[in-house]
C-alpha cells in the first residue's frame, strides 16, 4: 500500500431491471472477519417525454400515462405538478409487475 488507510474494491454486477440490490461482502483473513452490507439501486433509462394537448377552449382532456414497474417492490409515486391547468392524483401506487396509469388531465379555464 501507498501508506493510506484504503483499498479499491471494484464490484461489477449487471442487473436485468430497476430495482433495489441488497447484498453482502464477506473478507476473511487469519485472524479476521469483516462483514459488509451494500445496497445497489439500479434506476430505469431515463428517457425524455413530451405530451402536447391540444383541446376547444374551456374543454378539458386527460391523457393516461403508463407507469409500469418491472422491479422486485411496489413503487409510490408522488407527482409534483408545475403549470397552471394541470390535475392527477398526488399519490399514486404501482405494485410489482403492473402497469398503472396516471391521469394527467388540462382543464384549461381560457384561450391559450
Given amino acids: 500500500l501507498d501508506g493510506s488507510d484504503t483499498v479499491e474494491f471494484p464490484i461489477k454486477f449487471t442487473p436485468k431491471y430497476a430495482g433495489c440490490y441488497p447484498c453482502q461482502i464477506i473478507l476473511k483473513s487469519s ?25 376547444p377552449a374551456f374543454q378539458t382532456v386527460t391523457q393516461e400515462i403508463p407507469i409500469s414497474n418491472m422491479s422486485s417492490q411496489d413503487w409510490r409515486f408522488e407527482a409534483i405538478l408545475e403549470g397552471q391547468c394541470f390535475y392527477g392524483p398526488p399519490v399514486m401506487d404501482v405494485r410489482v409487475g403492473e402497469t398503472a396509469r396516471y391521469p394527467l388531465t388540462f382543464k384549461p379555464v381560457a384561450e391559450c
Avoid: G, K, P
Fill in 31 to 55: 485472524c479476521d472477519i469483516r462483514v459488509y452490507e451494500i445496497q445497489c439501486v439500479v434506476n430505469a433509462e431515463q428517457a425524455d417525454a413530451q405530451i402536447e394537448f391540444r383541446t
